[in-house]
Protein backbone atom coordinates (compact mmCIF):
# COMPACT_ATOMS: atom_id res chain seq x y z
CA UNK A 1 0.00 0.00 0.00
CA UNK A 2 2.62 2.13 0.62
CA UNK A 3 4.51 1.70 -2.78
CA UNK A 4 1.43 2.96 -4.29
CA UNK A 5 0.52 5.62 -2.37
CA UNK A 6 4.67 6.63 -3.03
CA UNK A 7 4.24 6.02 -6.74
CA UNK A 8 0.76 7.93 -7.19
CA UNK A 9 2.26 10.95 -5.08
CA UNK A 10 5.17 10.70 -7.51
CA UNK A 11 3.09 10.89 -10.40
CA UNK A 12 0.73 13.44 -9.39
CA UNK A 13 3.87 15.66 -8.53
CA UNK A 14 5.13 15.13 -12.10
CA UNK A 15 2.32 15.73 -13.57
CA UNK A 16 2.32 19.10 -11.68
CA UNK A 17 6.08 20.21 -12.69
CA UNK A 18 6.08 18.71 -16.44
CA UNK A 19 3.59 20.96 -18.14
CA UNK A 20 4.62 24.05 -16.01
CA UNK A 21 8.45 23.66 -17.12
CA UNK A 22 7.58 23.06 -20.85
CA UNK A 23 5.04 26.29 -20.71
CA UNK A 24 8.19 28.25 -19.26
CA UNK A 25 10.14 27.42 -22.45
CA UNK A 26 7.11 28.35 -24.82
CA UNK A 27 5.72 31.11 -23.33
CA UNK A 28 7.47 34.16 -22.37
CA UNK A 29 6.41 36.60 -19.21
CA UNK A 30 6.34 40.51 -20.18
CA UNK A 31 8.66 41.90 -17.87
CA UNK A 32 6.68 44.86 -15.35
CA UNK A 33 7.00 48.37 -15.89
CA UNK A 34 8.13 50.82 -13.61
CA UNK A 35 8.82 53.67 -13.08
CA UNK A 36 11.68 54.77 -10.24
CA UNK A 37 14.16 57.82 -9.35
CA UNK A 38 17.79 57.52 -10.35
CA UNK A 39 20.50 59.00 -7.75
CA UNK A 40 20.03 62.46 -8.98
CA UNK A 41 15.99 62.53 -8.62
CA UNK A 42 14.76 62.16 -12.00
CA UNK A 43 12.42 59.39 -12.71
CA UNK A 44 13.27 56.18 -14.85
CA UNK A 45 10.95 54.36 -16.88
CA UNK A 46 11.61 51.14 -18.36
CA UNK A 47 9.15 51.06 -20.75
CA UNK A 48 10.33 54.17 -22.68
CA UNK A 49 14.09 52.28 -22.29
CA UNK A 50 12.99 49.23 -24.34
CA UNK A 51 12.53 50.09 -27.64
CA UNK A 52 16.25 50.88 -27.79
CA UNK A 53 17.70 47.34 -27.19
CA UNK A 54 17.91 45.03 -24.09
CA UNK A 55 17.40 46.09 -20.97
CA UNK A 56 19.54 44.68 -17.96
CA UNK A 57 18.29 44.99 -14.77
CA UNK A 58 20.30 43.96 -11.25
CA UNK A 59 18.96 44.03 -7.85
CA UNK A 60 21.82 44.66 -5.46
CA UNK A 61 22.75 46.77 -2.25
CA UNK A 62 26.29 47.63 -1.00
CA UNK A 63 26.84 45.15 1.62
CA UNK A 64 26.27 42.82 -0.86
CA UNK A 65 29.70 41.78 -2.50
CA UNK A 66 28.41 39.35 -4.67
CA UNK A 67 26.55 42.28 -5.90
CA UNK A 68 29.51 44.41 -6.36
CA UNK A 69 31.23 42.47 -8.47
CA UNK A 70 28.54 41.34 -10.89
CA UNK A 71 27.88 45.07 -11.20
CA UNK A 72 32.00 45.71 -11.52
CA UNK A 73 31.72 42.98 -14.49
CA UNK A 74 28.66 44.20 -16.12
CA UNK A 75 30.18 47.39 -16.53
CA UNK A 76 32.29 46.34 -18.98
CA UNK A 77 29.75 44.27 -20.92
CA UNK A 78 27.84 47.57 -20.67
CA UNK A 79 30.54 49.67 -22.28
CA UNK A 80 31.02 47.68 -25.44
CA UNK A 81 27.17 47.08 -25.93
CA UNK A 82 25.51 50.73 -24.64
CA UNK A 83 26.07 51.91 -28.89
CA UNK A 84 23.98 49.23 -29.67
CA UNK A 85 20.92 50.35 -27.48
CA UNK A 86 21.91 48.09 -24.59
CA UNK A 87 21.10 49.28 -21.02
CA UNK A 88 21.55 48.22 -17.45
CA UNK A 89 19.88 49.63 -14.77
CA UNK A 90 21.11 48.77 -11.46
CA UNK A 91 18.28 48.56 -8.47
CA UNK A 92 19.55 49.86 -5.38
CA UNK A 93 17.97 47.88 -2.36
CA UNK A 94 19.18 48.97 0.65
CA UNK A 95 17.74 49.73 3.83
CA UNK A 96 17.63 53.10 5.66
CA UNK A 97 20.83 52.56 7.70
CA UNK A 98 23.05 51.90 4.68
CA UNK A 99 21.48 54.56 2.10
CA UNK A 100 23.86 56.54 2.31
CA UNK A 101 26.56 54.71 1.36
CA UNK A 102 25.48 54.39 -2.12
CA UNK A 103 26.46 57.47 -3.80
CA UNK A 104 29.83 57.52 -2.87
CA UNK A 105 30.15 53.28 -4.08
CA UNK A 106 28.73 54.28 -7.32
CA UNK A 107 30.66 57.37 -8.07
CA UNK A 108 33.96 55.51 -6.22
CA UNK A 109 33.28 52.65 -8.82
CA UNK A 110 32.40 54.60 -11.84
CA UNK A 111 29.77 53.05 -12.87
CA UNK A 112 28.12 54.43 -16.12
CA UNK A 113 24.83 53.00 -16.36
CA UNK A 114 21.96 54.27 -14.08
CA UNK A 115 21.80 53.49 -10.41
CA UNK A 116 17.87 53.65 -9.41
CA UNK A 117 16.27 53.82 -6.13
CA UNK A 118 13.69 51.20 -4.57
CA UNK A 119 13.23 52.50 -1.44
CA UNK A 120 9.72 50.91 -0.61
CA UNK A 121 10.54 47.60 -2.71
CA UNK A 122 8.19 48.24 -4.86
CA UNK A 123 10.07 46.86 -8.21
CA UNK A 124 11.46 44.14 -6.16
CA UNK A 125 8.51 42.32 -5.34
CA UNK A 126 7.24 43.73 -8.66
CA UNK A 127 10.13 41.30 -9.97
CA UNK A 128 9.62 38.38 -7.07
CA UNK A 129 13.22 38.75 -6.17
CA UNK A 130 14.15 36.19 -3.64
CA UNK A 131 17.78 37.11 -3.00
CA UNK A 132 20.28 39.32 -4.28
CA UNK A 133 22.31 39.71 -6.65
CA UNK A 134 18.61 39.17 -9.09
CA UNK A 135 19.80 39.74 -13.08
CA UNK A 136 16.39 40.15 -15.20
CA UNK A 137 17.55 40.59 -19.07
CA UNK A 138 14.50 41.98 -20.95
CA UNK A 139 14.24 42.19 -24.78
CA UNK A 140 13.02 45.27 -26.21
CA UNK A 141 9.45 44.10 -26.64
CA UNK A 142 9.74 44.03 -23.06
CA UNK A 143 9.26 40.00 -22.70
CA UNK A 144 11.98 38.55 -20.03
CA UNK A 145 14.47 36.15 -21.59
CA UNK A 146 16.62 35.29 -18.83
CA UNK A 147 16.46 35.56 -15.13
CA UNK A 148 19.72 35.22 -12.48
CA UNK A 149 20.18 35.01 -8.80
CA UNK A 150 23.58 35.02 -7.52
CA UNK A 151 27.02 35.60 -9.00
CA UNK A 152 29.80 33.23 -9.47
CA UNK A 153 32.77 34.60 -12.05
CA UNK A 154 32.09 34.12 -15.54
CA UNK A 155 28.33 34.61 -14.99
CA UNK A 156 28.58 37.83 -16.62
CA UNK A 157 29.55 35.52 -20.00
CA UNK A 158 26.58 33.72 -20.05
CA UNK A 159 25.16 37.35 -19.79
CA UNK A 160 26.90 38.72 -22.67
CA UNK A 161 25.71 35.66 -24.65
CA UNK A 162 22.15 36.15 -24.30
CA UNK A 163 22.51 39.94 -24.87
CA UNK A 164 24.86 39.34 -28.15
CA UNK A 165 21.76 36.60 -28.93
CA UNK A 166 19.18 39.65 -28.27
CA UNK A 167 20.47 42.18 -30.56
CA UNK A 168 21.26 39.85 -33.41
CA UNK A 169 17.52 39.10 -32.94
CA UNK A 170 16.83 42.60 -32.92
CA UNK A 171 19.29 43.21 -36.01
CA UNK A 172 17.57 40.66 -37.84
CA UNK A 173 14.42 42.01 -37.18
CA UNK A 174 15.12 45.47 -38.50
CA UNK A 175 16.82 44.35 -41.74
CA UNK A 176 13.09 42.28 -42.45
CA UNK A 177 11.38 45.20 -41.56
CA UNK A 178 13.64 46.95 -44.02
CA UNK A 179 12.98 44.40 -46.72
CA UNK A 180 9.07 44.48 -46.29
CA UNK A 181 9.16 48.45 -46.50
CA UNK A 182 10.95 48.20 -49.60
CA UNK A 183 9.20 45.20 -51.11
CA UNK A 184 6.36 47.22 -50.73
CA UNK A 185 6.95 50.13 -52.79
Known amino acids: ?18 PVSAQSKDKKKAAPYFTAKNLDGKKVELEELLGDGPVLISFWATWCKPCIK ?8 YKKYKKEGFEILAVDVDGPR ?8 VKGLKWEFPVLWDKTKNVYRKYHVLGIPHTVLIDNSGEIRYTHTTYRPGDEEVIKKKIEELLDEQKQASQEKEGEEKSEE
Open 70 to 77: ELNQLQKV
Open 98 to 105: SRSKVKPM
Open 1 to 18: MRTLFSNLTLLLVFSLIL
